[in-house]
């Protein structure tokens, strides 16, 4: 356990500031999008804006300055990118030093979920599909990417989706998430905390904690479970990024047990500071603190509430502008308010920002394509999983006769890019139409067939004959967390559900059905029916149950959100230029009335088994075809019988011989579960503790090993302390979800 050690600078800025400059330290209740206009290249600023310095003599942390979107309603014609971007930077960074007695510089906060939400950012596919990769050194190379773009804007605190663990996938932020696995999620967020940290940017991670485990998969809503599925499966990828020395976290939007997380003391202090040894700031989320009027009764006790819990940082909320009232009081101290001050005011010195404060207006902005920077392409390459491939029809031949585009994601840029996307250039992009028209040119006919959730029978008339006339259908379907359509927002930015609206997922978008939508559903059916080969592609930002659209498919791939460039990688993969090497981080259930179907069910029941269909999910955890094969030999779990004062000390050592015996050159991913089957507390069918990706060309071999440290082992027993029990232990090797070999060993 770490104990903040204030900084001299600090402590002696804090003794100058009066009460009011504190409390403005504390506040985020900007839109920073919505502080300016531009005409041109002319930069001005909003009354309010000046305001909000005049206030608090100063300005503590400034939210999304360069955020794009239909929500903030800015674009390139109005928006700040390039060049313009630093001039704003700057502009505003000089106006709140100018009007701050002791010239205390802003924070810049900014939405990062998966690449910077701006204009010409470096966008990436969604976290499910990094998840898919299995590839942390991918993940992090493509993340030091962002941080590098992020720095030069002068961005400070990147919000980045890292905590969330996706346990019901109706949830509409199932795309947020790397996996329904905790440890996968914790291996993401490590790599991704360092790389950004690296450039010189800090990382606030959200949200925390459990907002994955929302009851009935509706957004915010309250986490049912106790301590120890909370330490279990939602606080791994916490610890992952304290360890790594994150610099912010986020506090969740839900409930746990009936407790608030944005006034749940044991979680922020507790748990977080004392166990974990965190020593950055906690960020509320948009205007949560406000919620907890539904608790507390008004601002100011939930003000409080918020900060005694551990809350530093407000975001758009009422309640930290009365800060004040609750000192006066006498509901919080003001060394509760001098103890996030400080917080606030080291990470402003740990960012160079007294020293630097403004950005070099003399720098050209680089360029962030991913002809420089190909990290972003090859996370949608490894993230698309092969799901069905029925006699090999795949890979396609480019002398292949022709072939039907059909679907609503076919062509359809912003479906591809998931929530939390800027506008971007089509030139930029290429969807899977483009894929397949690079290879084929004019053999490759379109027709969208139906729309995500509407059609015409006109337009599926047109689909149907297209497909009649042609050799193979690729039929591109899924969903959309697009804002750039029928959609209205919350203050909180979130997307309002109604009548008609474009998205089927994202924020604010849950869903009480996993099925696609029956316009799809009709539309498959018809195109199954003229006898056409059909590939089908899926689009998506959750896990869909897709019943008769698997089970009639010649082939089925999965490519989540795949971003910009999904089009290309998934084209590169349907005629063969890359093998298939994208694993499920999530298991796709066989009907919606089946969830829970994650793979890591408790042993106290028989996991997902109804009368009325087969046991297990439709396609599990891990699962995931190639084009080639994979041999596993020479496997070794180390001696049977294993003292625990041993395996403290040199831990397990998983060695393997993997040799790639097909005909094409591809990523091997083998993954080591363990399954305890004695304890004191119910074990769970089986737990990923280990994972490597190894390319391996044609005939190549190499020896593999994969170690598992003692804490692999380890339980939250029925004290809730962390040890590793004695008992009989299974450790399995697997490889695109078939068992490769296993052990079981005693550890006394």
């Known amino acids: 356990m770490k104990k903040n050690t204030y900084s001299a600078e600090a402590k002696e800025l804090l003794d100058k500031m009066t009460l009011q400059e504190k409390i403005g330290q504390l506040n985020q209740k900007l839109y920073g999008f919505g502080i300016y206009e531009r005409n041109g290249e002319e930069i001005s600023f909003s009354q309010e804006f000046e305001d909000?310095?005049?206030?608090?003599?100063?300005?503590?942390?400034?939210?999304?300055?360069?955020?794009?979107?239909?929500?903030?309603?800015?674009?390139?014609?109005?928006?700040?990118?390039?060049?313009?971007?630093?001039?704003?930077?700057?502009?505003?960074?000089?106006y709140v030093l100018e009007h701050s007695r002791l010239h205390i510089p802003a924070l810049l906060s900014t939405e990062c979920p998966h690449g910077h939400q701006a204009l010409d950012s470096y966008l990436l596919p969604v976290n499910l599909n990094m998840g898919a990769t299995f590839n942390t050194e991918l993940i992090h190379s493509a993340y030091s990417v962002c941080g590098k773009q992020l720095r030069q804007m002068g961005v400070d605190l990147a919000l980045i989706s890292l905590l969330d663990v996706v346990r019901d996938p109706r949830w509409g932020r199932s795309e947020e998430c790397f996996s329904e696995d905790p440890y996968l999620c914790s291996k993401m967020a490590e790599q991704i905390v360092k790389a950004v940290q690296d450039e010189g940017v800090s990382v606030v991670a959200k949200h925390f904690a459990a907002q994955g485990e929302c009851t009935g998969g509706i957004n915010a809503s309250a986490a049912r479970i106790g301590e120890r599925e909370?330490?279990?499966?939602?606080?791994?990828?916490?610890?992952?990024?304290?360890?790594?020395?994150?610099?912010?976290?986020?506090?969740?939007?839900?409930?746990?047990?009936?407790?608030?997380?944005?006034?749940?003391?044991?979680?922020?202090?507790?748990?977080?500071?004392?166990?974990?040894?965190?020593?950055?700031?906690?960020?509320?989320?948009?205007?949560?603190?406000?919620?907890?009027?539904?608790?507390?009764?008004?601002?100011?006790?939930?003000?409080?509430?918020?900060?005694?819990?551990?809350?530093?940082?407000?975001?758009?909320?009422?309640?930290?502008?009365?800060?004040?009232?609750?000192?006066?009081?006498?509901?919080?101290?003001?060394?509760?308010?001098?103890?996030?001050?400080?917080?606030?005011?080291?990470?402003?010195?740990?960012?160079?920002?007294?020293?630097?404060?403004?950005?070099?207006?003399?720098?050209?902005?680089?360029?962030?394509?991913?002809?420089?920077?190909?990290?972003?392409?090859?996370?949608?390459?490894?993230?698309?999983?092969?799901?069905?491939?029925?006699?090999?029809?795949?890979?396609?031949?480019?002398?292949?006769?022709?072939?039907?585009?059909?679907?609503?994601?076919?062509?359809?840029?912003?479906?591809?890019?998931?929530?939390?996307?800027?506008?971007?250039?089509?030139?930029?992009?290429?969807?899977?139409?483009?894929?397949?028209?690079?290879?084929?040119?004019?053999?490759?006919?379109?027709?969208?067939?139906c729309g995500v959730f509407d059609g015409t029978q006109e337009e599926l008339e047109e689909a149907v004959k297209l497909a009649e006339q042609s050799d193979i259908t690729i039929l591109v379907l899924g969903g959309s967390s697009s804002r750039f359509g029928e959609v209205s927002f919350d203050a909180n930015g979130a997307a309002i559900s109604e009548h008609g609206v474009s998205m089927d997922c994202g924020e604010g978008v849950d869903t009480a059905e996993l099925s696609l939508p029956a316009v799809q559903r009709e539309l498959a059916e018809k195109i199954f029916a003229t006898g056409s080969k059909v590939i089908t592609v899926i689009i998506g930002g959750r896990a869909y149950a897709l019943d008769e659209v698997a089970e009639k498919s010649d082939a089925l791939l999965y490519g989540f959100y795949p971003g910009m460039q999904g089009g290309k990688a998934i084209a590169e993969i349907?005629?063969?230029?890359?093998?298939?090497?994208?694993?499920?981080?999530?298991?796709?259930?066989?009907?919606?009335?089946?969830?829970?179907?994650?793979?890591?069910?408790?042993?106290?029941?028989?996991?997902?088994?109804?009368?009325?269909?087969?046991?297990?999910?439709?396609?599990?955890?891990?699962?995931?075809?190639?084009?080639?094969?994979?041999?596993?030999?020479?496997i070794s779990f180390g001696k049977k019988d294993v003292a625990i004062e041993e395996l403290h000390k040199n831990g397990i050592q998983v060695e393997m011989s993997i040799k790639n015996i097909g005909e094409q050159d591809g990523y091997a991913v083998p993954l080591v579960y363990i399954a305890g089957e004695q304890g004191s507390v119910v074990r769970r069918a089986k737990e990923l503790k280990g994972f490597q990706k190894i390319w391996l060309k044609k005939g190549e071999s190499k020896k593999v090993s994969i170690f598992l440290p003692s804490e692999a082992f380890a339980v939250w027993n029925s004290e809730m302390k962390f040890t590793v029990e004695p008992g009989r232990v299974q450790i399995i090797l697997e490889e695109m979800g078939q068992t490769v070999g296993s052990e079981t060993l005693n550890l006394f």
């Not at 003599?57 to 630093?86: C, F, H, I, M």
């Not at 746990?256 to 977080?272: E, Q, Y």
């Not at 698309?384 to 090999?392: F, H």
């Open 52 to 94: 909000e310095v005049e206030k608090y003599g100063g300005l503590g942390t400034l939210y999304g300055l360069y955020r794009a979107d239909p929500w903030s309603q800015k674009n390139y014609e109005n928006g700040l990118y390039g060049e313009n971007a630093v001039k704003a930077y700057n502009k505003m960074q000089e």
């Open 230 to 449: 909370l330490r279990e499966i939602h606080l791994p990828a916490m610890k992952a990024c304290a360890d790594a020395g994150v610099d912010g976290v986020m506090a969740a939007y839900n409930e746990i047990d009936g407790v608030f997380c944005h006034a749940n003391r044991h979680l922020l202090t507790d748990i977080l500071r004392d166990e974990m040894g965190f020593e950055g700031v906690v960020m509320a989320d948009g205007c949560a603190i406000d919620q907890l009027n539904v608790v507390t009764g008004d601002c100011v006790h939930s003000a409080a509430a918020a900060l005694r819990a551990g809350v530093d940082i407000g975001l758009w909320d009422e309640a930290y502008g009365r800060l004040e009232e609750a000192l006066e009081k006498g509901y919080i101290t003001e060394e509760d308010i001098d103890r996030a001050v400080l917080r606030v005011l080291e990470l402003k010195i740990k960012r160079g920002l007294f020293d630097n404060p403004l950005l070099d207006e003399n720098q050209k902005p680089e360029d962030y394509s991913y002809e420089k920077y190909p990290q972003a392409l090859q996370i949608a390459r490894e993230s698309v999983v092969l799901l069905e491939n029925r006699n090999d029809i795949l890979p396609l031949s480019k002398e292949t006769g022709k072939i039907a585009v059909i679907g609503p994601n076919a062509d359809a840029v912003y479906n591809q890019l998931g929530d939390y996307s800027p506008q971007v250039k089509r030139e930029n992009c290429s969807t899977v139409l483009d894929g397949v028209r690079s290879y084929l040119g004019d053999k490759a006919v379109y027709a969208r067939g």
């Open 574 to 634: 349907l005629f063969g230029e890359v093998n298939p090497s994208g694993r499920l981080p999530v298991s796709l259930p066989r009907c919606t009335g089946q969830l829970p179907v994650y793979y890591n069910y408790k042993n106290s029941y028989r996991s997902m088994h109804y009368y009325n269909i087969p046991d297990g999910a439709a396609y599990t955890f891990g699962y995931g075809k190639s084009y080639t094969n994979f041999e596993y030999e020479d």
